[in-house]
């Protein structure tokens, strides 16, 4: 199986015939398992082999991951802010939490 990418909705028809061959759907994708259209379109558009396995009487299909990933150099490990309490050792990355927590200081006097 393979999945096409192309313009949604976009109908692709033959270029000799001029018959309709198929169309891409709303997110502009196309699976097919049809060696003839899989022959005649992986010349003019991206496409990504997809994984199909039996599963009963359906056909399960993974989706292959792709092969090239892209990373910025400037990558950093992003922490989330801290909110600490002023009164005691009790931290969190909720402000909200913190917000109740103090609450259970009032309830203390």
């Known amino acids: 199986m393979i999945k096409f990418f192309g313009q949604p909705l976009k109908e692709i028809k033959s270029k000799t015939s001029g018959k309709?061959?198929?169309r891409?759907?709303?997110?502009?994708?196309?699976i097919t398992d049809d060696p003839e259209i899989i022959k005649r379109a992986t010349g003019f558009f991206d496409y990504l082999p997809l994984k199909a396995e039996p599963d009963g009487e359906r056909?399960?299909?993974d989706f292959v991951e792709p092969v090239m990933t892209i990373t910025n150099k400037n990558d950093k490990h992003i922490t989330p802010k801290q909110y600490k309490c002023k009164k005691c050792d009790f931290q969190t990355d909720n402000r909200g939490e913190l917000m109740a927590h103090y609450k259970t200081h009032?309830?203390?006097k």
Do not use: Y
């Not at 891409?24 to 196309?30: A, Q, S």
């Open 20 to 22: 309709f061959m198929f």
């Open 59 to 61: 056909i399960k299909t």
């Open 106 to 108: 009032k309830k203390g």
């Open 24 to 30: 891409f759907d709303t997110k502009g994708e196309f």
